[in-house]
């Protein structure tokens, strides 16, 4: 999907705003100082330093849909490495962004009513005691997606880019609960990160998610202090986060300071509603849902991206096309994927690799020819190892915009 003239606008047009609004208070967020003499700055001259995405070291074609909390895209064509690249990976943030953090001073606690000896880890004694362990891992936002639902729901409207499949480096969150003894009764784990509630409120959690015992004890849970070989960068949550692939990344606990092992599930920020929550049953569009209706998700749907080329193609009459992308599905593996020029009418099989390791995203490539000149689609398909594929059209609507695993378009020009 390229973004519109029309988009870009909107997006100065908010910057503006925003920048106007952070002059006005005379703060700059990213500099965490004040503009001393805001007052005196003339009208119509903007600081040097403003808030940017590149401040936070990213790609600069990266799509901002939010700047509080930061929330940042990236476009399908530039995911196309296999292992995501930092400044290409999607930003997801439910508060600010926490300042003055020091590895050296970090600690870990591990507590909660269903934890046999609650114990505080420096950062150091957990790298230290336990064995190191390198996935790579896809986390997608569960509302990867969300601006494709009709009646729209509110949120960011995430296209197709909050995904990300990194190599990340930690200790098994398993053998951390190992250590510190789990009683018969614990179901859950819980984590609080080190980011502020945007209201300022300090009693209060931006969000705080886990998971249910089976998948923090999974062997590919890691507990991770870097990314692609490098400190976890301070927006991905430097210096330690939780990385549960597969799973809606807001599980994924950034900043993490305290986790909890609990006997029920876990009843942190963002675990009611229709917080990363869909219907049991499918529901009309727009309607309202009881929340004991409402459940919990857990392993994400199939779905697949075209990184290569990007939409807007324009491909010479007789030559072939190289295609390629990237498919996951989940706590599942990717077990096809298929292409189509003819708006699903046939379908074609793509070469598809196996994953790196379990819980990562599979590449996948094909070589297309066109029959004539004029305009085409490449629709894209995954099917998961349980013979599950993903749909051409809009999945089940639900009140929060979830899990949208349409399959991935690009136009393409034959001339
Ligand atoms: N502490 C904390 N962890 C968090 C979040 C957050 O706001 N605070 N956002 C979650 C959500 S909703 C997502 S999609 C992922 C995004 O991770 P990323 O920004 O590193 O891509 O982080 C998750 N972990
Ligand atoms: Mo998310």
Redesign the pocket.
């Known amino acids: 999907m390229i973004f519109s003239r029309e988009n870009m606008e909107t997006m100065k047009n908010k910057r503006r705003d925003f920048i106007k609004k952070s002059i006005s208070g005379g703060l700059l967020a990213t500099f965490a100082t004040d503009i001393v003499f805001a007052d005196k700055l003339p009208q119509g001259i903007q600081p040097l330093i403003v808030e940017d995405p590149n401040l936070l070291g990213k790609h600069k074609d990266l799509v901002v849909l939010n700047e509080r909390?930061w929330n940042i895209e990236t476009p399908a064509h530039l995911l196309d490495d296999a292992i995501t690249p930092l400044d290409k990976?999607?930003?997801?943030?439910?508060?600010t962004i926490p300042e003055n953090v020091e590895a050296k001073n970090w600690t870990l606690t591990i507590e909660g009513e269903s934890v046999k000896a609650p114990k505080t880890f420096t950062l150091d004694e957990l790298k230290k005691k336990f064995k190191h362990y390198t996935y790579q891992l896809q986390?997608e936002?569960a509302g990867n997606g969300r601006s494709g639902f009709s009646p729209q729901t509110a949120g960011n409207q995430w296209h197709e880019g909050?995904i990300?499949c990194a190599e990340w480096t930690g200790i098994r969150v398993k053998d951390l609960l190992q250590y510190v003894g789990l009683k018969e009764d614990a179901v859950y784990i819980g984590y609080y990160?080190k980011?502020k509630h945007l209201s300022g409120d300090t009693s209060k959690a931006?969000?705080s998610r886990g998971v249910p015992i089976t998948k923090a004890l999974e062997e590919e849970s890691l507990l991770a202090w870097q990314v692609n070989g490098q400190d976890i960068p301070l927006?991905?949550?430097f210096p330690l986060r939780l990385i549960f692939g597969g799973w809606p990344?807001?599980t994924?606990?950034?900043?993490?300071e305290k986790i909890v092992v609990r006997n029920k599930v876990h009843d942190g920020e963002k675990m009611d509603g229709t917080h990363y929550r869909v219907p049991a049953y499918p529901v009309e569009p727009g309607s309202k849902v009881a929340e004991a209706d409402m459940k919990i998700i857990e392993s994400m749907p199939v779905k697949s991206l075209i990184t290569y080329p990007r939409s807007g193609a324009i491909v010479e009459q007789g030559k072939t096309l190289p295609l390629r992308g990237h498919a996951w599905a989940g706590d599942l593996r990717v077990s096809a994927v298929h292409y189509s020029i003819d708006f699903g009418a046939t379908w074609q099989t793509t070469i598809l690799q196996a994953p790196k390791n379990r819980l990562a995203w599979q590449q996948w490539s094909a070589e297309v020819s066109f029959p004539s000149k004029g305009y085409y689609e490449i629709w894209v398909k995954a099917t998961d190892s349980k013979g599950v594929a993903q749909p051409m059209v809009i999945p089940a609507w639900n009140p929060a915009g979830y899990l949208n695993n349409a399959c991935h378009r690009i136009a393409v020009k034959i001339i």
């Open positions: 909390p990976m999607f930003v997801r943030n439910n508060g986390l936002c909050a990300s990160g980011d931006p969000i927006v991905h949550g990344a807001s994924s606990g950034k900043w993490v």
